[in-house]
């Protein structure tokens, strides 16, 4: 795995890019042997039987619950995200933001219109929303200096939602890619997919890179050339190149999702 620490001379675009000489030839036949495994696997936890609803699985579900149980707390860090979701939007494509928080905000609210975290937003006292505002402010410096300019040629496309039903429907794998860059129109692999995170990078970011990879073989049927993740906390990035063992530990840590889930019905 690729470690970039802030101090490197590299920006995300550029690692993400690697050695273009380098990149293996894409991977157009491990999608059907893939997701033959998951039906077979997801046939040996639920036989025939149909769940009352779907069992829905999310990148969410790859990550182990935090240790904190202050639901304030974890609100908070829920908008922070959003809102450095919706800065790498604008970045995404070539809005210039003087504002950060102001403008994430406002995009925020022109894509989701009202909910639940969006009323927390607005019920929060000047403090409060001040403090917000310049965490926000922090985490968008640190995204938009180290991601760089992205180039108009990688086809750079925010927020790409994708769905995989399994088991005639009663699996549902859900999924959203915070960027991804590259087309599957060439021999050799160039789809890199990149989380953006407001947390230090641990071992769920590693799962849910892994993840991302999963679904997007399966949505494409092209195994991607990388799968990446971002935190705005630190810095950091982590990439890996996508191969068959990454996308097998996956599988198996797809399947433990469901059996769990399977179990609670």
């Known amino acids: 795995m690729t470690l970039l620490l802030p101090s490197s001379p590299l920006n995300v675009v550029d690692a993400l890019r690697g050695d273009r000489t380098a990149r293996p030839l894409a991977d157009m036949t491990s999608a059907s042997g893939l997701r033959a495994q998951l039906e077979d696997g997801i046939y040996e936890i639920i036989g ?23 639901l ?4 908070i860090g829920r908008i922070r995200g959003v809102l450095i979701n919706q800065l790498l939007r604008l970045h995404c494509v070539g809005e210039h933001v003087d504002h950060a928080f102001e403008e994430a905000v406002d995009a925020w609210r022109a894509e989701a219109g009202a909910n639940e975290l ?12 001040a403090r917000l505002a310049t965490d926000v402010t922090a985490h968008s410096v640190t995204l938009l200096r180290s991601l ?10 925010s927020t790409v939602r994708a ?35 407001t947390s230090p990078l641990d071992e769920a970011a590693e ?15 092209i195994v991607p050339l990388r ?15 996508v191969d068959h063992e990454l996308l097998t530990r996956s599988y198996d ?3 433990d999702v469901i059996d769990q889930l399977w179990k609670s019905q």
Not at 72 to 75: E, V
Not at 231 to 239: K, R, V
């Open 48 to 70: 025939k039987s149909n769940p009352a609803s779907p069992l829905i699985v999310r990148a969410s579900s790859l990550r182990q619950p935090g240790a904190t149980t202050d």
């Open 227 to 241: 799968t990446s993740a971002f935190s705005t906390a630190t810095g950091e990035l982590w990439s890996t190149g």
């Open 163 to 197: 769905t995989q039903r399994l088991a005639a429907g009663n699996v549902v794998l859900r999924d959203v890619i915070d960027l991804m860059m590259g087309m599957n129109n060439a021999h050799s692999a160039c789809v890199v997919l990149l989380d953006v995170t």
């Open 253 to 255: 840590e797809v399947l």
């Open 207 to 221: 799962r849910t890179m892994r993840y991302h990879a999963l679904v997007e073989t399966l949505r494409t049927s």
């Open 118 to 129: 969006l009323n927390r937003l607005e019920q929060m006292d000047d403090d409060e929303r």
């Open 72 to 75: 304030s707390f974890l609100a």
């Open 148 to 157: 760089g300019p992205l180039p108009s040629r990688w086809m750079p496309r």
